[in-house]
């Protein structure tokens, strides 16, 4: 069975940093692109960064020069690093794997900013 388990939300200040780790596990390899979304309270569920196998990564606008997106292939494990956050990137955080004919999420997690 697949699943993916986030970890590293919680609470930041305005300007502080948090890091979000996303785990895979009942995959031996393969995995495509991975990603992160958010969630806002009564929002769609809106990409905020992608990587691929090979490393190449988007971001959305908003958080481009502020997110780092990686990922550890061996440990089928995506990373979000995010520096100098602000409120409106607050939200629930998913991830996601692209994997065979399927894209499997994670539970989310929290992500609060006080300003």
């Known amino acids: 069975q697949v699943q993916l388990v986030e970890s590293g939300g919680g609470l930041a200040q305005a300007g502080g940093s948090l890091r979000l780790s996303c785990a895979a596990s009942?995959?031996?390899?393969?995995?495509?692109?991975m990603g992160w979304y958010r969630q806002g309270p009564g929002d769609r569920r809106e990409l905020v960064a992608g990587?691929?196998?090979?490393?190449?990564?988007n971001y959305d606008d908003s958080v481009k020069g502020r997110f780092t997106i990686s990922r550890d292939n061996a440990k089928n494990t995506v990373f979000l690093q995010m520096n100098l956050l602000q409120p409106e990137d607050a939200g629930v955080y998913y991830c996601?794997?692209?994997?065979?004919?399927?894209?499997?999420w994670g539970q989310g997690i929290q992500v609060t900013v006080s300003s």
């Open positions: 996601a794997a692209d994997w065979g004919r399927n894209t499997y």
């Open positions: 990587i691929t196998t090979e490393g190449n990564s």
């Open positions: 009942g995959i031996n390899s393969g995995i495509r692109s």
